[in-house]
């Protein structure tokens, strides 16, 4: 995450802010990742992209865990972009 | 390059909070990142960096919903929650005051720190937004101070 404003005096807020927001995120996705049922999702999205399927893709809807969710496998082997 | 499948497992939940942190509610945010996935999908192997063009039309089509529903708030249809905000805010403390002190911010600085909440350099975000280098760093620095003090931050441990 950027900081521009580290360095000097304020730079223990700087990560303190930064320790927030990262902690928020992962707290976050790790609830989607429950709460969004991903299998549904992409599902949806592979039928309707098939020959005869209409041209917008409906949201995933709630549901239980997708095993495939890991929030956490944000590792080494997951870029960030 | 990752998969299709095994990138919308990964990224789908990020996906949605990255709309959040722009100000969406959860339901919106689902619906914008499955927008942005569903796009993505025809298109999947000519795309160089997924997480940023997903970033970008996800962004994208949660802005275009919040210009429909101020013109044609009468005419959204009901249908039942997908995601409800307070299942993802209310169960953790620090989200829901984070998502509360980016709901404050002015709507550049708020885009910005989304951005750079998911890891983007400022020189990053300006190319994704097609901004001036330096009105982006601008933003994120006023951003990030004001976060600190709607966030209550004074360097002290918590």
């Known amino acids: 995450m950027s900081s521009p404003d580290s360095g000097g005096a304020g730079l223990a807020e700087e990560v303190e802010l930064d320790l927030l927001l990262t902690g928020a995120q992962a707290a976050a996705i790790r609830v989607l990742a429950s709460a969004l049922d991903l299998n549904s999702g992409l599902a949806v999205i592979r039928a309707h992209s098939a020959p005869g399927g209409v041209s917008r893709a409906p949201p995933a809807r709630a549901g239980p865990a997708a095993s495939a969710a890991d929030p956490d496998g944000e590792d080494g082997t997951h870029q960030p972009r | ?158």
């Not at chain 2, 990255?18 to 993505?40: H, I, K, N, P, R």
């Not at chain 2, 708030?73 to 209310?90: G, I, K, L, M, Y």
């Open chain 2, 1 to 158: 390059m990752v998969g299709f499948a095994d990138c919308y497992a990964q990224e789908m939940p990020r996906l949605a909070w990255f709309v959040m942190t722009l100000g969406a509610s959860a339901e919106a945010a689902a619906d914008a990142a499955q927008s942005a996935f569903s796009d993505a999908f025809p298109v999947w192997d000519t795309i160089r960096h997924p997480q940023a063009w997903l970033r970008r039309v996800a962004q994208r089509a949660y802005y275009r919903r919040v210009a429909a529903t101020e013109i044609l708030v009468d005419s959204v249809p009901e249908r039942p929650t997908r995601v409800a905000t307070a299942d993802v805010v209310e169960r953790h403390t620090e989200a829901r005051a984070v998502l509360a002190a980016l709901a404050a911010l002015p709507a550049k600085q708020r885009q910005v720190m989304a951005w750079s909440i998911d890891g983007y350099s400022p020189a990053e975000i300006a190319a994704e937004l097609g901004a001036d280098p330096a009105a982006v760093r601008q933003n994120l620095t006023k951003a990030r101070r004001n976060l600190k003090q709607l966030l209550g931050i004074t360097g002290s441990a918590r």
